[in-house]
């Protein structure tokens, strides 16, 4: 009926082969074509990778060695623009320190755990009128040897140092009977207690002793061989400053290396709040012993004083030191006054403790450690409910028969066995049944009476002159 000149196409999937079958289109065809060339890629792209790892690794490596290179580059040249050369080298440390330091010692901020009276009634706080010793000993009577006590042994003071011996003609030449008996307990006890001998060392000047012997109440620290720098007190109150002395003990090889510092005494033997006093011809060798003699024999020292406090050289003493008396002595009725140690609760713990930091040789801690044993001291951790351990860097202590014997038989343990104090400290406490007269106060109270500054360098041990 009319002519169709149009194209059929035809629209299935599938169409005839010559042989009249169908065949049928595969569209997927093409898609698995390029799927399979990808994972080609991919496949050739990880062969070259295994191929070349090695190098791979060190070019990353070396990216990061640079990096890291670069960075501390830059640290150091912002640390060159703030801290001080020392011997050529740069200290970072230190500067560091010193600006911590200096935040530190001005720094009086309101006790958490102390608690002290108010401001005005600080100003009107008085010493209080002496009372008789309530405690079981009434007088301490100090043994004072010939040096014929030291038959068989160089009596002279250099020779005394060569033999390094820990008991001298400072300390006596006391026997282990001696020490045995010192701890029974009577009304009236001979001790040794250090100075027995003229000869013994630790000379001071008149003019020091004449003003020692005038305080009633002492605060005091030591640094020898160069030790610790000197901090100010703070947080006085005026009663304070007038009934209160300060009293620094220092050797000549601290003198000379504060004066290299231009920390310099002026001509009234002072700096700052503190009078500086020079011992010469220490006694022992190990400036640590050095130290116990006016950290634990301030009685024997300060001969008219009723009060001290001792303050290691690492920290400094940051509240009114009458109020303290007041806190920690005359309110609890206690005669002694030390911190718990904030670590450990056992001496025998601690003695492990002290090898383990390599504060103490092993065999001389054994040695203290087997006597305490044979003695029958026990491994308890509380006595009468307090802390059996005692961190000794701050002493507060009213000067009684008692306090008095204390100190003295402390004192003759650490020049028998280690330097240790807080080893001894408990063992003789046990021993006088003495733990019923202390003031264990917790670490958060050291913490309010002291800014803890660290030791800054190393003492130097006593040199020889031969």
């Given at each position: 009926?009319?002519?169709?000149?149009?194209?059929?196409?035809?629209?299935s999937?599938?169409?005839?082969?010559?042989?009249?079958?169908?065949?049928?289109?595969?569209?997927?065809?093409?898609?698995?074509?390029?799927?399979r060339?990808?994972?080609?890629?991919?496949?050739?792209?990880?062969?070259?990778?295994?191929?070349?790892?090695?190098?791979?690794?060190?070019?990353?490596?070396?990216?990061?060695?640079?990096?890291?290179?670069?960075?501390?580059?830059?640290?150091?040249?912002?640390?060159?623009?703030?801290?001080?050369?020392?011997?050529?080298?740069?200290?970072?440390?230190?500067?560091?320190?010193?600006?911590?330091?200096?935040?530190?010692?001005?720094?009086?901020?309101?006790?958490?755990?102390?608690?002290?009276?108010?401001?005005?009634?600080?100003?009107?706080?008085?010493?209080?009128?002496?009372?008789?010793?309530?405690?079981?000993?009434?007088?301490?009577?100090?043994?004072?040897?010939?040096?014929?006590?030291?038959?068989?042994?160089?009596?002279?003071?250099s020779?005394?140092?060569?033999?390094?011996?820990?008991?001298?003609?400072?300390?006596?030449?006391?026997?282990?009977?001696?020490?045995?008996?010192?701890?029974e307990?009577?009304?009236?006890?001979?001790?040794?207690?250090?100075?027995?001998n003229?000869?013994?060392?630790?000379?001071?000047?008149?003019?020091?002793?004449?003003?020692?012997?005038?305080?009633?109440v002492?605060?005091?620290?030591?640094?020898?061989?160069?030790?610790?720098?000197?901090?100010?007190?703070?947080?006085?109150?005026?009663?304070?400053?007038?009934?209160?002395?300060?009293?620094?003990?220092?050797?000549?090889?601290?003198?000379?290396?504060?004066?290299?510092?231009?920390?310099?005494?002026?001509?009234?033997?002072?700096?700052?709040?503190?009078?500086v006093?020079?011992?010469?011809?220490?006694?022992?060798?190990?400036?640590?012993?050095?130290?116990?003699?006016?950290?634990?024999?301030?009685?024997?020292?300060?001969?008219?004083?009723?009060?001290?406090?001792?303050?290691?050289?690492?920290?400094?003493?940051?509240?009114?030191?009458?109020?303290?008396?007041?806190a920690?002595?005359?309110?609890?009725?206690?005669?002694?006054?030390i911190?718990?140690?904030?670590?450990?609760?056992?001496?025998?713990?601690?003695?492990?403790?002290?090898?383990?930091?390599?504060?103490?040789?092993?065999?001389e801690?054994?040695?203290?450690?087997?006597?305490?044993?044979?003695?029958?001291?026990?491994?308890?951790?509380?006595?009468?409910?307090?802390?059996?351990?005692?961190?000794?860097?701050?002493?507060?202590?009213?000067?009684?028969?008692?306090?008095?014997?204390?100190?003295?038989?402390?004192?003759?343990?650490?020049v028998?066995?280690?330097?240790?104090?807080?080893?001894?400290?408990?063992?003789?406490?046990?021993?006088?049944?003495?733990?019923?007269?202390?003031?264990?106060?917790?670490?958060?109270?050291?913490?309010?009476?002291?800014?803890?500054?660290?030791?800054?360098?190393?003492?130097?041990?006593?040199?020889?002159?031969?």
């Amino acid at each position: 009926m009319f002519n169709n000149n149009s194209v059929s196409i035809p629209i299935s999937d599938h169409e005839s082969d010559e042989h009249g079958g169908v065949r049928v289109h595969t569209r997927r065809k093409r898609k698995k074509v390029v799927h399979r060339g990808s994972q080609d890629f991919r496949e050739k792209v990880l062969r070259k990778l295994l191929r070349h790892w090695i190098l791979i690794i060190i070019l990353v490596a070396s990216a990061l060695l640079v990096f890291e290179a670069f960075t501390i580059a830059r640290k150091s040249d912002s640390t060159k623009l703030r801290t001080p050369k020392i011997n050529g080298r740069i200290n970072s440390q230190l500067a560091l320190g010193k600006e911590r330091q200096h935040h530190n010692l001005n720094r009086l901020d309101p006790p958490r755990c102390l608690k002290l009276l108010p401001v005005e009634e600080l100003e009107h706080l008085d010493i209080p009128v002496e009372e008789e010793s309530g405690g079981p000993v009434n007088q301490v009577l100090y043994v004072s040897e010939s040096e014929s006590s030291f038959v068989g042994r160089n009596a002279t003071f250099s020779l005394q140092h060569m033999e390094l011996a820990r008991f001298n003609l400072f300390t006596g030449n006391q026997t282990l009977e001696q020490r045995d008996t010192s701890f029974e307990i009577k009304e009236s006890m001979m001790v040794h207690c250090g100075f027995y001998n003229l000869n013994g060392g630790f000379k001071i000047s008149d003019e020091d002793k004449s003003y020692m012997q005038a305080c009633k109440v002492v605060v005091s620290t030591c640094a020898f061989g160069g030790g610790d720098d000197l901090y100010q007190p703070i947080g006085i109150s005026e009663a304070s400053l007038k009934k209160v002395c300060y009293v620094a003990f220092w050797d000549e090889i601290t003198l000379r290396a504060q004066e290299l510092a231009d920390h310099r005494i002026g001509e009234n033997g002072f700096i700052g709040k503190w009078r500086v006093v020079i011992v010469r011809d220490l006694p022992f060798v190990d400036q640590r012993l050095n130290g116990k003699i006016p950290k634990m024999l301030s009685h024997r020292l300060f001969p008219q004083a009723k009060y001290s406090i001792w303050v290691d050289s690492k920290s400094q003493f940051r509240r009114d030191p009458l109020g303290v008396l007041e806190a920690l002595l005359w309110r609890p009725h206690s005669v002694f006054a030390i911190s718990e140690h904030g670590a450990r609760s056992s001496v025998y713990d601690e003695a492990k403790a002290v090898v383990k930091k390599n504060k103490a040789k092993p065999e001389e801690v054994e040695v203290q450690l087997n006597q305490y044993r044979r003695d029958g001291f026990p491994e308890d951790k509380r006595f009468i409910g307090k802390k059996a351990l005692c961190e000794a860097s701050v002493l507060v202590r009213k000067h009684t028969p008692l306090t008095n014997l204390l100190m003295c038989l402390w004192f003759n343990e650490v020049v028998r066995f280690t330097s240790r104090d807080q080893l001894s400290l408990p063992y003789v406490l046990w021993r006088l049944n003495a733990f019923k007269y202390i003031n264990a106060f917790p670490v958060c109270t050291r913490k309010d009476l002291v800014n803890s500054m660290g030791h800054i360098r190393k003492a130097k041990p006593l040199q020889l002159q031969i």
